[in-house]
């Protein structure tokens, strides 16, 4: 009997042994797959998480995108209460501009207001009346060579070429910088308007290494002043207009030396800009509140 429980105690050690064994082989099982699930979900919410601070980045961006939009749509919204259009060959303004137009008309002289047929005269007596009492012509008046003309809302100053430019020459003079320096003055002092600088030449043609015609010269001289102004002087170069006229808008017939000198001219053309001028009115009419 003895013998017997020996080897049934053995066999159920044994038994026992086996069993602890697979349970200890699927618990490690388990736990591997636990741990890398674990580490998998780790990842996939620092993924997860990266690509949320992404959208929240991109919800930032549009948001400043929209806010800006909003500002940049109230500053058109003002631009455009105070904008002046054209419908075929007729002014249409706003009520708004229109209203800032008659403060400036009321300190018009009332003889020369008398004579406003319609809305574009009006318009010429305002932005006149204003430009007039803006710009100071007065130390450019002083020489010869200079002549200034202002016809209701333009202002017209032409410049003998002696004084810009040698013969055949668009480079200009060191001499004329304190001449461009007083136009530059007059160009920033409104800033409602608009400045073209025109070449003109005599009819005498014109053929060199740089030069090629008198279109070519004229356009260069324009441009030479055009980019002293912005360059030297800072005016700013949206306010600039660069054109060559050549010789076919002579002062007078070319017949003499004389009127060949005449002709030979740069013009400075001061014109207004009627959107910035009734803007410009209109920030001046709140400053004052």
Known sequence: MKSLIIPVTIFALLATSCVSKKKFVALETKYTDTKGNLQKTTLEKDALAAKFATIERRVETYNQK?????????????ENSLKLDMVGNTAVISKETRLLMNKTLAKVDASKLAGAKNLKDSL???????????????????????????????????????????TASYQVKRGAYKLIAKLAAVIKSEPSMDVMIEGHTDSRTISNAVVQDNWDLSVKRATSIV?????????AGSRLIASGRGSTMPLVDNSSS????KNRRTRI??????????????????LKK
């Open 269 to 286: 053309v001061i014109l207004p800009n009627l959107d910035k001028f009734f803007a410009i009115l209109a920030g001046e009419t709140e």
């Open 124 to 166: 010429n007596l305002a932005v006149a009346y204003n430009l007039k009492q803006s710009i100071d012509i007065s130390d450019l008046e002083n020489s010869d060579d200079v002549n200034i003309n202002i016809e209701q809302t333009v202002v017209m100053i032409s410049v003998s070429d002696k004084l810009l430019f040698n």
């Open 66 to 78: 929209i806010n800006s939009l909003k500002s940049d749509n109230v500053t058109l919204e003002k």
């Open 227 to 235: 980019r002293l102004l912005e360059k030297k002087y800072n005016v």
């Open 258 to 261: 004389d009127n060949r000198r």
